[in-house]
């Protein structure tokens, strides 16, 4: 039986006064690739910064490997194994391909594998190595989803959170990204999903979770989710 990755107990978190996760729990088993759907505002977001470390809950406990992260900065769960690809990308315009992808080893120390990495980078995403040079901001937005994808791979992360990979990307560059997320994952790097399109999400992920003003209303196993009537009604526009 596979072991939990991630664990939320009964976590918290607020803006000023208003309480943006209320109380959720939710287990990420090793190796499987999980989505976190619903509507804009429902806190999904806000359930992957608290995760990173860039948000404190208020309440409850967050579990990564069996050791509880609170009080470790979003710094040191990086180097621990959890890292984020935002929403929006945030990679860093000025700088080249490369050093936006350096940048994301910049706390490894291991010279040759940060080298193989970023030849593994550049197998998965080839536009990547035919830009090296070329600064991110001059990138198309699909080009700078794959860099960002890319940047947070180089820290060899056993945990990959992805924060609404598709969003503003045409059809063709979004069903080609997915496909290298799975192949991600295949490799054995555990997915928590933030996705808009909730049936490529669930048509992708393993286990789903369904969230509605703060709170995971509806789980399980993603293909099972598929079929639910009350997501189909929802968020599949049926």
């Not at 190595?129 to 056993?158: F, H, N, V, Y």
């Not at 560059?173 to 997320?181: G, K, M």
Request: hydrophobic fraction near 40%; include cysteine; aromatic fraction near 4%.
């Amino acid at each position: 039986m596979k072991e939990p990755v991630l664990v939320l107990d009964q976590v918290h978190a607020s803006y000023g006064n208003i309480k943006a996760v209320k109380g959720i729990s939710l287990t990420i088993k090793s190796d499987e690739m999980a989505c976190l759907i619903g509507a804009n505002g429902a806190g999904k977001s806000t359930t992957l910064m608290l995760i990173s470390g860039i948000l404190k809950p208020q309440q409850g406990t967050i579990w990564f490997q069996g050791q509880s992260l609170e009080g470790v900065t979003s710094e040191k769960r990086v180097q621990m194994g959890i890292s984020q690809v935002p929403e929006g990308r945030h990679i860093f315009p000025e700088m080249t391909v490369l050093e936006n992808l350096e940048l994301g080893a910049y706390r490894r120390r291991d010279k040759i594998e940060i080298k193989q990495d970023l030849e593994q980078t550049f197998t998965l995403f080839p536009q990547l190595k035919e830009r090296g040079q070329q600064r991110g901001g001059t990138l198309s937005g699909g080009e700078q989803q794959m860099l960002a994808i890319g940047r947070a791979m180089m820290s060899r992360p056993k945990l990959l959170l992805l924060d609404e990979p598709s969003l503003g990307l045409a059809p063709l560059i979004v069903e080609q990204i997915f496909e290298i997320i799975q192949q991600i994952n295949q490799v054995g790097t555990t997915v928590l999903l933030v996705e808009q399109n909730a049936h490529l999400a669930l048509m992708v992920t393993d286990h789903g979770y369904v969230m509605e003003t703060g709170k995971i209303t509806i789980e399980g196993e993603s293909k099972e989710l598929i079929a639910d009537q009350r997501i189909r009604e929802a968020y599949l526009g049926e």
